[in-house]
């Protein structure tokens, strides 16, 4: 039973937090520099500052050794070559005030920087060293404008946002106008307000063994959201799939939802009020999170002492049971038909 939970679990495409559990395989060439540029900007602060620390020290331990083995051919390291004695020996280095690697990675990380300290500088001895510190500069200047464009893009990239993006715990079946809906709540906890919202589902049914994975359906399911305007996110609302003629699941009753393998992935899209930028938040509902035969409790109430709307998050996936037909939409229409003497009656075969 314990094998059978796990395998359960591990069949969800999308997880709750709206990260995909999909890993793809491919045996076409990868670009390694922009999937690692990606990979920056996905990953979290400390391993991009990580990153960012040793391309640089990577950068000036490398032009710090060019510069020394150039110093090192021309003999700049001898005893009678050192800074000190250069003037006795009229002898001109690569590099002055130069006395070993240490100095060498100092001029590198001087390059780099333009710190400038003014001691260390390139003479006209050796043409090495002066085509060295120009390839450095060009290297350095494409590093740091890569670095700023990944700052850049985890800066302004709207992904803490969704964080506040909340969905129910579990979707709801229930009656409304005598029609069988598909119910699940959204709710955003921040104060700035998300603008042109829109919501989407879709259903994704498959037969999967232990390893493979067979007659993989999607389909995209019409949802409505009642209690806003799509132009504006005023509190959480529902997000309501008529169960008609066109849905998928209009042959599908209570028995059959507890022995199928089905999952409702549901995405919220919408524009950052304060920054203009697009906003996408995703979960999912497996048929273990789909409740038969309930309705979401109210959560949102005024309060008069305040004389403001009162919104209650903790009850955002509250729900108690209602009164539910356990027949298959198709059936309760035929049955309806049936009773009101219809001469057509729905094919519910």
Same mark, same amino acid.
């Given at each position: 039973?314990?094998?059978?939970?796990?395998?359960?679990?591990?069949?969800?495409?999308?997880?709750?937090? &709206?990260?995909?559990?999909?890993?793809?395989?491919?045996?076409?060439?990868?670009?390694?520099?922009?999937?690692?540029?990606?990979?920056?900007?996905?990953?979290?602060?400390?391993?991009?500052?990580?990153?960012?620390?040793?391309?640089?020290?990577?950068?000036?331990?490398?032009? &710090?050794?060019?510069?020394?083995?150039?110093?090192?051919?021309? *003999?700049?390291?001898?005893?009678?070559?050192?800074?000190?004695?250069?003037?006795?020996?009229?002898?001109?280095?690569?590099?002055?005030?130069?006395?070993?690697?240490?100095?060498?990675?100092?001029?590198?990380?001087?390059?780099?920087?333009? $710190?400038?300290?003014?001691?260390?500088?390139?003479?006209? /001895?050796?043409?090495?060293?002066?085509?060295?510190?120009?390839?450095?500069?060009?290297?350095?200047?494409?590093?740091?404008?890569?670095?700023?464009?990944?700052?850049?893009?985890?800066?302004?990239?709207?992904?803490?946002?969704?964080?506040?993006?909340?969905?129910?715990?579990?979707?709801?079946?229930?009656?409304?106008?005598?029609?069988?809906?598909?119910?699940?709540?959204?709710? *955003?906890?921040?104060?700035?307000?998300?603008?042109?919202?829109?919501?989407?589902?879709?259903?994704?049914?498959?037969?999967? &063994? *232990?390893?493979?994975?067979?007659?993989?359906?999607?389909?995209?399911?019409?949802?409505?959201?009642?209690?806003?305007?799509?132009?504006?996110?005023?509190?959480?609302?529902?997000? $309501?799939?008529?169960?008609?003629?066109?849905?998928?699941?209009?042959?599908?009753?209570?028995? *059959?939802?507890?022995?199928?393998?089905? /999952?409702?992935?549901?995405?919220?899209?919408?524009?950052?009020?304060?920054?203009?930028?697009?906003?996408?938040?995703?979960?999912?509902?497996?048929?273990?999170?789909?409740?038969?035969?309930?309705?979401?409790?109210?959560?949102?109430?005024?309060?008069?002492?305040?004389?403001?709307?009162?919104?209650?998050?903790?009850?955002?996936?509250?729900?108690?049971?209602?009164?539910?037909?356990?027949?298959?939409?198709?059936?309760?229409?035929?049955?309806?038909?049936?009773?009101?003497?219809?001469?057509?009656?729905?094919?519910?075969?």
């Amino acid at each position: 039973m314990r094998s059978k939970i796990v395998r359960r679990k591990y069949l969800r495409a999308v997880f709750k937090s &709206g990260e995909f559990n999909i890993y793809t395989k491919t045996t076409k060439n990868v670009k390694i520099f922009s999937n690692y540029f990606f990979l920056l900007v996905e990953t979290r602060w400390r391993w991009t500052l990580l990153n960012f620390f040793a391309a640089f020290t990577c950068n000036w331990l490398f032009f &710090g050794f060019v510069y020394w083995f150039i110093s090192y051919n021309h *003999d700049d390291f001898s005893e009678n070559h050192l800074p000190p004695y250069q003037n006795n020996f009229n002898f001109t280095p690569c590099i002055n005030n130069i006395y070993g690697f240490t100095s060498t990675f100092l001029f590198s990380v001087e390059v780099h920087t333009t $710190v400038a300290y003014g001691r260390r500088s390139i003479t006209l /001895e050796c043409p090495q060293t002066i085509i060295a510190m120009c390839i450095q500069c060009i290297l350095s200047s494409i590093f740091q404008a890569i670095m700023i464009g990944i700052l850049f893009a985890k800066l302004t990239r709207p992904r803490g946002r969704t964080k506040t993006i909340l969905f129910s715990k579990y979707a709801v079946i229930n009656m409304r106008n005598d029609k069988f809906c598909l119910i699940f709540r959204v709710g *955003d906890m921040r104060k700035s307000r998300i603008l042109n919202i829109e919501t989407k589902a879709y259903l994704i049914r498959l037969n999967a &063994g *232990d390893s493979k994975v067979e007659n993989l359906e999607q389909t995209e399911l019409t949802v409505v959201v009642d209690e806003c305007e799509s132009t504006f996110f005023l509190w959480p609302s529902t997000a $309501v799939h008529v169960i008609d003629e066109n849905s998928p699941l209009y042959r599908l009753s209570a028995a *059959d939802l507890l022995c199928c393998k089905l /999952e409702i992935l549901v995405v919220f899209e919408g524009i950052i009020e304060s920054t203009g930028q697009p906003v996408q938040a995703r979960s999912s509902f497996t048929e273990h999170d789909i409740l038969w035969g309930h309705r979401f409790v109210s959560m949102v109430s005024f309060n008069f002492d305040k004389k403001m709307y009162d919104v209650d998050f903790s009850k955002l996936s509250e729900v108690h049971p209602v009164d539910t037909p356990l027949c298959s939409p198709c059936e309760y229409a035929e049955l309806v038909a049936l009773f009101e003497d219809e001469n057509e009656l729905p094919d519910c075969e």
